[in-house]
């Protein structure tokens, strides 16, 4: 079965919006597109473009799709090439033209969809989509998380974890790393069962 992986960049303080770009989500008036661009190092670049290693599918959400197709078929380079070879996957509650090659938009049942991707994929990426994110959040449709936190706090934006994450365990997978700028690099794995409680009182020492 395959993996569907979510990759993100992130604030500290949990901001997912218009990482890139100051036209990529101007939604809600915000202010900060293309917040991460100051922030970009080798390390980052490296790392992010290892970490497409295995890649065979693109699953996005609407706005992503259209962000992406309007840019990397003009592309070149690595990530360009790899984009533009393997099938994308297109969540929407509507019905929109995907002029990008071997595209193709997801059933009404969007979960069910998804499902039916990990038996044909092995590696499947679902990168911002911040909206589309959150239905799989609730779902708990994903193998991996991948963070990259960055040293910033904006207020205001779109958040990664949005009102309604149902209680998830997940566990790091590799060490943490940190880049030259101050991005963290921070890999999950979805785990079993919910968050556990106890009661730290119980184990101090009697004084």
């Not at 900060?32 to 290892?50: H, K, T």
């Not at 840019?71 to 995907?98: C, E, M």
């Amino acid at each position: 079965m395959g993996l569907i992986h979510i990759d993100l960049f992130t604030t500290l303080d949990g901001v997912a919006q218009a990482p890139g770009g100051p036209d990529e989500d101007p939604a809600d008036g915000f202010e900060f597109g293309g917040w991460q661009a100051p922030l970009i190092d080798e390390v980052v670049g490296e790392q992010i473009q290892s970490g497409m290693a295995g890649m065979d599918a693109l699953l996005l959400g609407r706005r992503t799709y259209d962000i992406f197709a309007a840019y990397w078929p003009h592309q070149h380079g690595d990530i360009a090439q790899l984009f533009n070879r393997i099938p994308k996957y297109v969540a929407s509650r509507q019905a929109p033209t995907l002029e990008w090659a071997d595209s193709t938009l997801l059933g009404p049942d969007v979960a069910a969809g998804v499902r039916e991707l990990r038996d044909r994929h092995e590696n499947i990426h679902v990168i911002g989509s911040l909206n589309f994110v959150q239905t799989l959040f609730a779902e708990k449709l994903f193998d991996r998380l991948t963070l990259w936190v960055y040293p910033i706090l904006l207020g205001s934006g779109k958040k990664v974890f949005a009102d309604g994450v149902v209680p998830t365990n997940l566990t790091l997978i590799e060490p943490v790393l940190a880049s030259p700028k101050g991005a963290v690099l921070q890999r999950y794995a979805l785990a079993e069962g919910t968050p556990g409680v106890g009661d730290m009182a119980a184990g101090e020492p009697e004084g």
